[in-house]
């Protein structure tokens, strides 16, 4: 079942992403050589809780952290641990809070420092098939339409689609229908309407797609060790196209 937000409930989940989109503008600042992705956790546990919400990933299906925090061939999921950011890495940070009850999703991925030619060209490329899918979100375009739109800027580009990991309704709830795959699939095809909320999260590597989960039963890796990047946001659809709620 697909909600359809009324507008007191686009007004909750507009706050949660306000609130995400302050946090990544401090969390941005924090992905620095000699940080470690505990450093950030900490920080974002205390900044949710002191402005009201509580972080909407910690403990959802048993995780045990406030942000997920993927370095380098880490796709997502990444736990966050002690191992000090070093120049030349790339972090993705993905953060969710709920706040009164409403729920805003949200990633990014940022260069410590300089990094490999290749690897901005990851960077580039993800992001603007996050943007490029943004622009299809009008009532009556279809899922298709994103995933396609993400799909083909990534394989011109030459790098791989994950496909085992979705984009996803959100609001009410962390994850809620419809799933909006990077790649145009088989499966049901809904058209967006006013008043979906949907995350948008390109998931891209440099190397073959396929992936697999290391033993803690969260961190997504690539099978071949490649690169990867993820960039996602929380997209209203709106009489007259999108607005996109949250911010970096
Ligand atoms: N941000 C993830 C997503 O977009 C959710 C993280 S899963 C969790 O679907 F378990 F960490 F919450
Ligand atoms: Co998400």
């Known amino acids: 079942m697909i909600r359809i937000k009324n507008e007191r409930q686009i007004e909750g989940i507009r706050s949660s992403c306000d609130l995400l989109s302050l946090l990544y503008e401090k969390l941005k600042l924090q992905v620095q050589p000699g940080n470690t992705p505990k450093d950030l956790d900490r920080f974002a546990y205390d900044f949710i809780i002191k402005h009201g919400g509580k972080p909407a990933f910690l403990g959802y299906e048993g995780y045990p952290a406030t942000l997920c925090i993927?370095?380098?061939?880490?796709?997502?999921?990444?736990?966050?641990?002690?191992r000090p950011f070093h120049e030349g890495d790339i972090v993705g940070i993905d953060s969710g809070i709920n706040l009164n009850g409403y729920f805003s999703d949200a990633a990014i991925t940022l260069p410590v420092g300089s990094i490999a030619q290749e690897t901005q060209k990851l960077l580039k490329v993800t992001r603007e098939s996050l943007e490029l899918a943004i622009e299809q979100v009008k009532p009556h375009a279809r899922v298709s339409d994103i995933s396609r739109a993400v799909f083909s800027h990534a394989t011109k580009n030459?790098?791989?689609?994950?496909?085992q990991y979705?984009?996803?309704?959100?609001?009410?709830e962390i994850h809620e229908d419809p799933q909006i795959p990077n790649y145009v699939s088989p499966g049901p095809n809904p058209r967006l309407m006013p008043g979906m909320v949907i995350a948008i999260e390109p998931m891209i590597n440099i190397g073959t797609s396929d992936v697999r989960v290391l033993d803690d039963d969260w961190t997504v890796v690539t099978m071949d060790g490649s690169l990867s990047a993820h960039f996602e946001h929380t997209v209203l659809v709106t009489d007259s196209g999108h607005e996109?709620?949250?911010?970096?």
Do not use: M
Not at 167 to 172: A, E, F, N, P, R
Not at 244 to 248: G, I
């Open 70 to 82: 993927s370095v380098n061939e880490v796709v997502i999921h990444g736990i966050p641990n002690d």
């Open 158 to 163: 030459g790098f791989k689609l994950v496909r």
């Open 166 to 172: 979705c984009g996803h309704g959100v609001g009410l």
């Open 244 to 248: 996109v709620l949250t911010k970096w």
